[in-house]
Each structure stands twice: as structure tokens, then as C-alpha cells.
């Protein structure tokens, strides 16, 4: 499978960018997507997860709750990364993967999107 995360960019503080990842090869029956990033000298850090296929909830890292909005479109085996009211902090290396229902965790990554927030 290959994941092309793209939408990145420099923005000030306070601005908003929207970020996707469209999957692509292998398919699955049952899987979630979701949103990592990691910043210089820091460890990748979880973002967002989106829904599995059938339904169930999104999860956010406490941060972003309230800024940031996961959205998924199946049809399109696509994910998206609605990031509002940015912040300094928030620049990071984005990476989107897929998590399969059954596999364990995050098995599969694109190949990240620079997103840089200036204050």
C-alpha cells in the first residue's frame, strides 16, 4: 500500500492549513487512518485517528482538541487533516498511516508533509 500525504506549508500563527493522504495498492477490509507528526529532537507523536470503515469515534491528542478536525472519505480512500488556529508548536513533520483492524497498530506510512507554523 502507498500513502501520499500532501498540504503542507509555512503559515502564521493563527492560520489554518489542510492536509491529505490518499491511499493507494493494497486495499482492506476494515482499517482507520490517522495522523502522526514529529518535530525536531522529539519522538513521533499520535494525532488524530479517524473512524474505522464501519463507524466508531475519532481520537485527538489533547492539544489539538478543538483545532484540529480528522475527516475521512472512503470512497476516495482518503484522509484529511483540517488544522485551524495553528500554533509554533504545532510545526512538525506530518506522516498519515493506516492502522488494520486486526494487524495491531499503525503498520503503514506515507512519506510525511512539512507543516511550519511561524509566530
Known amino acids: 500500500v502507498q500513502l501520499q500525504a500532501s498540504g503542507g506549508g509555512l503559515v502564521q500563527a493563527g492560520g489554518s492549513l489542510r492536509l491529505s493522504c490518499a491511499a493507494s495498492?493494497?486495499?482492506?477490509?476494515?482499517?482507520?487512518m490517522g495522523w502522526f507528526r514529529q518535530a525536531p529532537g522529539k519522538e513521533r507523536e499520535f494525532v488524530a485517528g479517524s473512524r474505522w470503515n464501519g463507524g466508531g469515534i475519532v481520537y485527538y491528542l489533547d492539544s489539538v482538541k478543538g483545532r484540529f478536525t480528522i475527516s475521512r472519505d472512503n470512497a476516495k480512500n482518503t484522509v484529511y487533516l483540517q488544522m485551524d488556529s495553528l500554533k509554533p508548536e504545532d510545526t512538525a513533520v506530518y506522516y498519515c498511516g493506516i492502522r488494520v483492524a486486526g494487524e495491531g497498530g499503525y503498520a503503514y506510512w506515507g512519506q510525511g508533509t512539512q507543516v511550519t507554523v511561524s509566530s
Open positions: 495498492g493494497r486495499t482492506f477490509s476494515n482499517y482507520r
